[in-house]
């Protein structure tokens, strides 16, 4: 699923495609946070983030992980 996922756990933190990856998820949790007391600039961004991850083929088994993993 990732463009990194072949990449061995040594040489992973070094990978231009996990750091770009980390950078955008952490972009993304910080513009949610800015944005939780702004349900109508939020609703949006959390709509558009979803359908990216769909057309990703991300399946919903995976949500209660990352969940926790972000709590």
Known sequence: MFSFKDI????LYNSPQ???HG???V???NIVIKLLDD???LVPILND???RHVLR???KEYY???GTALI
Request: charged letters at 30%.
């Open 8 to 11: 061995s756990k040594n040489n």
């Open 18 to 20: 996990f750091k770009s």
């Open 23 to 25: 950078k955008k998820v």
């Open 27 to 29: 972009g993304s949790v």
């Open 39 to 41: 349900p109508d600039n």
């Open 49 to 51: 983030l979803g359908k």
């Open 57 to 59: 083929s991300v399946k």
């Open 64 to 66: 209660p992980m990352v």
